[in-house]
């Protein structure tokens, strides 16, 4: 009996060793394909269906997306897949290259929100805490591939979901003659907080708690969300791939959080409307001709 306790003191940590490296080496990558319908606002109350789908032509690049998930236990990397965002015009896209997502790290065990940005041409490397999201579970069941899913929903602030980035209507929101047409804000528009209604599908198949952008906190790999006007739908699943992933915080650029980089948007947006602002009639300028 000795014998046996005594073996099994020097196998215990030899074992619970052994299980530690294996749940650190599990790794996995999923990619997703993200579809955002176009908000044209009031404006779109003035166009044709022909017009709309123009429009939704044009800015394909900038709706329909690829991401690519790379995790492990405790932590993953959220990337866009590289592709050239060209205007109509063939130019490279002004809003795609200054709003669009960066290299976005989120550690669920000891949650950490690392996220690389690009922001005219500086570099900023945002680190905060995991937005927190209260999800409410529900037992209506669907199959996404091979993987049986679970529903969950949530209320989240939509600033929370955004945060890196600005519409085109906010961009514009300031222009004196656009800005007479539209009735003033209400103190209580100006002080509710904007949710947005979020439908997500897991799959405790593979236990982690991970899912693509700002989702997160699931028993199970998120698959498919569907939120506000965006809806992001995992197409493959590649789990201990036999290239080892490498899942690393970015380290490059100016650390500051979430809301100090939102001010620094912020300034320069109204840097920019300031600029519009003060050009000549017809907001070309008053520059020289020919």
């Known amino acids: 009996m000795k014998t046996i306790l005594f073996q099994l003191r020097i196998l215990l940590p030899f074992l619970l060793c052994c299980y530690a490296a294996s749940a650190q080496e599990f790794q996995g990558q999923a990619i997703y394909l993200s579809k955002a319908t176009l908000d044209l606002g ?8 022909a017009q709309k789908k123009q429009i939704q032509a044009r800015l394909k690049n900038q709706l329909e997306k690829t991401y690519i998930l790379d995790f492990n236990k405790e ?61 409410k579970m ?10 049986t899913c679970f529903k969950a929903t949530a209320s989240v602030p939509s600033a929370e979901l955004t945060w890196f980035t600005v519409s085109r209507g906010n961009f514009r929101r300031g222009n004196g003659r656009r800005r007479q ?22 799959t405790p198949q593979i236990p982690v ?12 790999l998120i698959l498919e969300v569907d939120a506000g006007n965006t809806k992001m739908l995992c197409s493959e699943i590649i789990l201990n791939p036999k290239k080892k992933i490498k899942i690393e915080a970015p380290t490059k650029g100016k650390v500051i959080t979430k809301s100090a980089y939102q001010a620094t948007i912020s300034e320069k947006i109204q840097e920019l409307r300031n600029s519009r602002g003060r050009r000549g009639p017809g907001g070309r300028g008053g520059g020289r001709r020919g």
């Open 209 to 220: 708690g991970h899912g693509p952008g700002e989702y997160w906190g699931l028993p199970g």
């Open 181 to 202: 047409a539209e009735e003033p804000p209400t103190p209580a528009e100006e002080t509710a907080i904007k949710m947005t209604e979020v439908e997500a599908w897991y």
């Open 75 to 135: 932590a993953s990397v959220f990337t866009e897949e590289e592709k050239l965002e060209v205007s109509s015009s063939g130019g490279r896209n002004f809003f795609g290259s200054n709003f669009s997502r960066g290299k976005q790290y989120k550690n669920v065990k000891e949650n950490v929100l690392v996220q690389h940005q690009e922001f005219y041409g500086k570099q900023f490397l945002i680190k905060d805490g995991l937005q927190k999201i209260n999800w």
């Open 42 to 49: 009031n404006r779109g109350a003035t166009l044709s269906e």
């Open 138 to 147: 529900g037992t209506e069941t669907k199959q996404i591939g091979q993987y």
